[in-house]
C-alpha cells in the first residue's frame, strides 16, 4: 500500500525512496500503518524528530518561514497541541493510513529568539561561510523552522500547510522534500552512496554532553541546516578507492586506518613512511570535532534531487552550541576534499525548543 | 562525569583497609625479626643485568628506591615500565647498549614514577615512543587516536622530577623522547632520528619547568615539538638540522592546557631542514626551521636559523587560536626561502609578533618586518601561502629504514653509583651568555649537513 501510494507520485527521487522504504519493511519507523508500532510519541523531554525514532523515517520536508512579527509566540501552545492531536488521533482527510510515523519538529530562528532572549543560545545568526556566495538569499536564515518526517511522503506537505494555518503572519521563505536510505540509527547511505552519520552521540550521557542544551531550554538544542548541492558525477569519476580517500572510509563504512564497518577513526595511525592512514584532506579528519574542541555533532541528515542536476546532501545536524558547527565548517573550507564536491544552496540555524507534554506547553520558557 | 565521581568514592574505604593490613604485617615482621629493616630496605641499591637480574623489567622489580638499574652491553628486547620512584636506568656505553623494539613493540622506556633518570643508552624500532616520561599512563598505547576525549592533568596529575640524557632515539613511529603531562624535568646531550613524528617532543603541561639543552635531532619529520606545553620550557643549545621541520611551537585542541605560551627558545642552530632521508611530516611540512601555530608570547633569541627553503620562522594560527606575542629577537636569521613569515587567516589574526635585530632578513608580510619589539604588530592577517615558495617535499622514507646515528658521545664519570636525587625544580639557564652558535655546532654528533 506504501509503495503503491509512492509509485503514483512517479519521479526518480521519490522512486528510488519508495524502493528503499519497502526493503526495510522490518524497522520499526516503516511499520505496518495504522498499528500503534508507527506512532512516535510527541510528548517527551525533548521533541520527536531529533532522536525518535532512533532510526530516522525515510521521508522529510523541510519547511523555512518568516514571522511577520517576530515578537508574537502565542500560537506555539496551539502549534504543539494540534502536533500531539494529529499523533494521537490521525485525522482522515490528512493522515487516511494513521500516524504512519509522523513527527513534526519546531524550531525558532535568531531573529525571533533575540527578540524574546538576546542572550540564549540559538540567538546568534550562522555566520557566512567561505562558499556561501552563490546562496540565494531567500535560502538562508528564517524565523520559524518545521521539519516533519514520516514513512509516507505524500502525507508531509498536506500536514505542513495545515499547521502552518495555525501561524498567524507565516511567509514560506523556503522549503526542502529529502529522503534517505535504510539503515540502522543514524547511518545511512548518502547520495555519494557512502555510508554517512557514523560518529555521531549515543546513549543519555553522550546526548547531554554534545547535544542538549541545559537550564533554561534543557531538552533543546541547536540545529544547523545546510543544503549541499553535490557533483555526484564528478566524484564517481574518482576510482573507488579515491572516492575512499576523498572521505577517509571505505564503501563498508571501515575507517582507512583499519578497523570494522563503523568503526571510530584513529587519526594518528600512519604508513611506516609517516603519511596518515587517513588521508591530511580526508573528509573525516577535517570534520573530527577533536581539532577544534567541538562537541559532537547529532547529524540526521536526508537526500535531495530536485532535477536538473540539483541533488545532494540535505545536512541536519543537533549539537549544544552553534561554535562547534562554525569552527568545523571553518575547517572544512580549508582542507577539506569532499568541499570541492559541494555548493552550499542553503543554510540556516534554529533553536530546536524543549520538548512539551499535555501540561508544558511548547514554548513555555519563551512568550 | 557520574561514574568518575562514585569509583573512587567506592574505592577509598577498600584501599584504606588494605593499607592497614600492610601496615599491620610490617609492623608484626618487625616484632618477629627485631630489626627495624622492612622489605624496602633490603633491596639491592645496585641491580645489574644481566649479571643480577636477567631483564630490565626483572632489575626493576628488585631494584631499592632511588637506585640503580645498571645495564650491560647488549641488545634487550624490552618494552619497559618504571614505577620505582627515584630509579636511574644507566648503559654502561651508549652505544653498545641497546633496547630494541624490533618493531614490533611500542615503547622503549616508560616511566610513570617520580624522580627517574634514564641516560647512556640507546632505544631503537619502537612503534611508538623510545623513552616515554608521563602522569597519563595510558598515553603508553599511543595518543588513543580517535580524539573523542583529551588526556585530563586534573585526574591524571603530571609526574614529577625527571632526567632523560645521553639517550640515543632511533628510529621510533612516533616520538624519540617524548615528556607528557610531565614537570620539572630535564632532557639534554640526547639524539633523536627517524621518528615519524618528533625526534623530541615536551607536550601537555603549565608551569612546565623542562630544560631541552645540548641536544640533537635529526632525519626526523619534526627535531623538536611543543604541543601546550607552557610557562617554564627552556629550550637551548640545541642542533635541530637535517629534519623536514627544524621545531614547532603548537596549541593544539586535541589536547589539554591550550594555548601554548611563554617559551624561550635560544642558542639553538636550526638549518637545512630539508632531510629526504626521514619519514614524510604527515601534515606536508618541510623546508621550516620554526613553525609556531597558535603560540604565544614565545621568546625566540639567538639561534642560528638558516637554509630552510620554506620559512625561517613561521607564524599561523590554529583554528581559533591565534599567534600572538611572539618576539623573534638576536637571530642570526638568513638564507631561508623566506626567513620570517606570518600566515595567519582571517579567523585568528596575529598579533604583537615582533622581530628586533634580525639584519636583513626577508619577512612578510611587511607589517610584521616592521614590527619591533616589545609593541609588535597590530592585528592583522598575514600573507597567503601562495607568496611563499612553492615546494616538493620529498617522498617519506619508512621510519625503520632511516640510517643509523654517528657513535655518540657517553656519559662520563663514576657509571656503577646511583646519581644524587633530582632536584624539585629546574633552575633556569644564564641565558646572558648565549649567542646564535657556529654553522657547525654539535655536528661531531650529525650524520647531516
Redesign the interface.
Known amino acids: 500500500m506504501l509503495t503503491g501510494a509512492v509509485g503514483a507520485l512517479g519521479g526518480a527521487a521519490l522512486g528510488v525512496g519508495a524502493t528503499l522504504a519497502a526493503e526495510q519493511s522490518d524497522d520499526s519507523a516503516a511499520a505496518t500503518p495504522g498499528t500503534s508500532a508507527d506512532r512516535v510519541p510527541v510528548y517527551g523531554a525533548t521533541q520527536a524528530g531529533i532522536t525518535r525514532p532512533a532510526t530516522p523515517q525515510p521521508f522529510g520536508l523541510i519547511a523555512v518561514a518568516d514571522l511577520d512579527n517576530p515578537r508574537d509566540l502565542t500560537f506555539l501552545e496551539e502549534l504543539g497541541e494540534t502536533i500531539a492531536a494529529l499523533v494521537a488521533d490521525p485525522p482522515r482527510g490528512l493522515l487516511p493510513d494513521g500516524p504512519v510515523s509522523l513527527t513534526v519538529t519546531v524550531g525558532l530562528g535568531p531573529r525571533v529568539v533575540a527578540a524574546h532572549r538576546p542572550a540564549w543560545p540559538g540567538s546568534q545568526p550562522l555566520p557566512r561561510f567561505a562558499r556561501d556566495k552563490t546562496i540565494s538569499t531567500t535560502a538562508t536564515d528564517g524565523d520559524l523552522l518545521l521539519t516533519a518526517y514520516a514513512t509516507d511522503p505524500t502525507v508531509l506537505p498536506p500536514v505542513l500547510d495545515h499547521l502552518a494555518q495555525l501561524i498567524p503572519g507565516y511567509r514560506p521563505r523556503w522549503s526542502q522534500r529529502c529522503f534517505r536510505g535504510p539503515g540502522q540509527g543514524t547511518v545511512a547511505r548518502n547520495p555519494l552512496n557512502f555510508l554517512d552519520n557514523i560518529q555521531v552521540p549515543r546513549g543519555a ?1 553522550e546526548l547531554a554532553d554534545n547535544v542538549w542544551l541545559g537550564k533554561p531550554l534543557a531538552g533543546g538544542t541547536i540545529c544547523v541546516l545546510r543544503r549541499l548541492r553535490l557533483d555526484i558525477d564528478a566524484f564517481h569519476a574518482l576510482s573507488v578507492a579515491g572516492r575512499e580517500r576523498v572521505i577517509g572510509r571505505r564503501l563498508d563504512g571501515s575507517p582507512l ?1 583499519g578497523g570494522r564497518p563503523l568503526s ?13 592512514l587517513i588521508p ?1 584532506d580526508a573528509h573525516v579528519r577535517a570534520a ?6 567541538s562537541h ?1 555533532m547529532l547529524r540526521r541528515g536526508y537526500g535531495y534531487d530536485n532535477g536538473a542536476g540539483d541533488a545532494g546532501l540535505m545536512f541536519i545536524c543537533f549539537q549544544r552550541d552553534l561554535r562547534s558547527f562554525v ?1 568545523t565548517q ?2 572544512l573550507d ?1 582542507l577539506d576534499a569532499l568541499m570541492h564536491y559541494a555548493t552550499p544552496t542553503a543554510s540556516a540555524t534554529f533553536l530546536i525548543l524543549p520538548g512539551y507534554t499535555a501540561r508544558l506547553a511548547l514554548g513555555g520558557g519563551l512568550s | 562525569m ?1 561514574v568518575s565521581a562514585a569509583g573512587p568514592a567506592r574505592a577509598r574505604p577498600r584501599r584504606r583497609t588494605i593499607l592497614v593490613l600492610l601496615i599491620a604485617f610490617a609492623i608484626s615482621l618487625c616484632a618477629a625479626c627485631g630489626s627495624s629493616g622492612h622489605e624496602q630496605a633490603s633491596k639491592p641499591t645496585v641491580v645489574r643485568v644481566p649479571g643480577d637480574a636477567a631483564t630490565i623489567t626483572a632489575a626493576l622489580g628488585k631494584v631499592a628506591t632511588n637506585g640503580l638499574v645498571l645495564l650491560s652491553p647488549g641488545t634487550y628486547h624490552e618494552s619497559v615500565t618504571v614505577t620505582v620512584p627515584g630509579v636511574t636506568i644507566r648503559g654502561t656505553n651508549r652505544n653498545t647498549v641497546i633496547i630494541d623494539g624490533q618493531g614490533i613493540r611500542p615503547d622503549g622506556i616508560v616511566v610513570t614514577a617520580a624522580g627517574v633518570t634514564v641516560q647512556n643508552l640507546t632505544v631503537k624500532d619502537n612503534t611508538f615512543y623510545g623513552v616515554l616520561v608521563t602522569g597519563e599512563p595510558s598515553a603508553a598505547e ?7 576525549s ?1 588526556a585530563d592533568p586534573d585526574k591524571f596529575p603530571p609526574v614529577q622530577r625527571f632526567r632523560v640524557d645521553h639517550v640515543t632515539a632511533e628510529n621510533n ?2 616520538y624519540g623522547i617524548y615528556a607528557f603531562d610531565a614537570q620539572h624535568g630535564v632532557i639534554e646531550d640526547s639524539y633523536a632520528s627517524g621518528s ?2 618528533s625526534g623530541i617532543y615536551v607536550g601537555q603541561c603549565r608551569q612546565c619547568d623542562i630544560l631541552v639543552q645540548r641536544n640533537v635531532a635529526e632525519r626526523n ?1 619534526v627535531g623538536f615539538e611543543n604541543a601546550n606545553a607552557s610557562d617554564s620550557v627552556y629550550v637551548v643549545a640545541n642542533r635541530w638540522s637535517g629534519n623536514r621541520v627544524g621545531m614547532t611551537l603548537l596549541s593544539s ?2 589536547e589539554a592546557l591550550r594555548p601554548q605560551h611563554h617559551n624561550t627558545v635560544a642558542g639553538n642552530l636550526i638549518s637545512d631542514n630539508t632531510s629526504a632521508q ?7 611540512g618541510y623546508g621550516i626551521g620554526i613553525g609556531i601555530s597558535g603560540g604565544q608570547d614565545n621568546s625566540i633569541r639567538d639561534n642560528r636559523i638558516s637554509g630552510n627553503p620554506y620559512v625561517g620562522v613561521l607564524l599561523d594560527n590554529t ?2 587560536i591565534p599567534a600572538t606575542g611572539n618576539q623573534i629577537i638576536d637571530n642570526a636569521l638568513a638564507a631561508n626561502g623566506v626567513d620570517a613569515a606570518d600566515i595567519s ?1 582571517s ?1 585568528a589574526p596575529s598579533s604583537k609578533n615582533c622581530i628586533n635585530g634580525s639584519g636583513h632578513a626577508t619577512v612578510r608580510p611587511a607589517a610584521l618586518a616592521k614590527a619591533r619589539c616589545p609593541e609588535g604588530s597590530a592585528r592583522s592577517t598575514g600573507v597567503a601561502d601562495t607568496q611563499l615558495p612553492t615546494l616538493t617535499a620529498p ?7 632511516v640510517p643509523p646515528p654517528r657513535a655518540q658521545p657517553n656519559l662520563t664519570g663514576p657509571l656503577d653509583t646511583p646519581g644524587p636525587a633530582l632536584p624539585a625544580t629546574v633552575r633556569a639557564p644564564d641565558l646572558t651568555t648565549v649567542s646564535a652558535p657556529a654553522p657547525d655546532y654539535l655536528a661531531s654528533s650529525a650524520g647531516t649537513g
Open positions: 550521557e586506518s571510530a577513526v584513529n587519526l594518528d595511525a600512519k604508513t611506516p613512511t609517516g603519511e596518515y591530511n573530527h570535532p577533536s581539532f577544534t574542541g559532537l569552527m571553518r575547517r580549508q | 557520574a599511543g595518543q588513543g587516536g580517535n580524539g573523542y583529551t613511529g612516533l615519524a613524528d619529520a585542541y586535541q626521514s619519514p614524510a611530516q604527515a601534515s606536508g583554528e581559533d587567516d579567523q617522498p617519506g622514507m619508512a621510519f625503520l629504514d
